[in-house]
């Protein structure tokens, strides 16, 4: 079992940063991904960042390309997302997940944390 607590999240100004944290407790990480998802209201949830445990190895959704940066902090065992250049369409619950890396399937979600951006 694999416990994601989130924290962070705000209300900010377009134009501003936030970081937001997942820290994770239970059992090793050693072979997971962990994502950060977002879900608007009336949209569906969406993949916003992911980084590979082992690895490092990293990947974004188009729309945050170059604004967000996914990382890990080992020593911490706590995921990070740094959101820069916010915009009013970030506005979103967003929601830190895990899972098998050989699998491709988020196994475990965390209970989110609102973000919004006021224009």
């Known amino acids: 079992q694999v416990q994601l607590v989130e924290s962070g999240g705000g209300l900010v100004q377009a134009g501003d940063s936030l970081r937001l944290s997942c820290a994770a407790s239970g059992r090793t990480l050693s072979g997971y991904v962990m994502g950060w998802f977002r879900q608007a209201p009336a949209r569906e949830r969406e993949f916003v960042a992911a980084?590979?445990?082992?690895?490092?190895?990293?990947s974004y959704a188009n729309s945050v390309k170059g604004r967000f940066t996914i990382s890990i902090d080992y020593a911490k065992n706590t995921v990070y997302l740094q959101m820069n250049s916010l915009k009013p369409e970030d506005t979103a619950v967003f929601y830190c997940?895990?899972?098998?890396?050989?699998?491709?399937?988020?196994?475990?979600w965390g209970q989110g944390t609102q973000v919004t951006v006021s224009s």
């Open positions: 997940a895990a899972g098998p890396a050989i699998i491709g399937r988020w196994d475990y």
């Open positions: 980084v590979t445990w082992t690895s490092g190895r990293t």
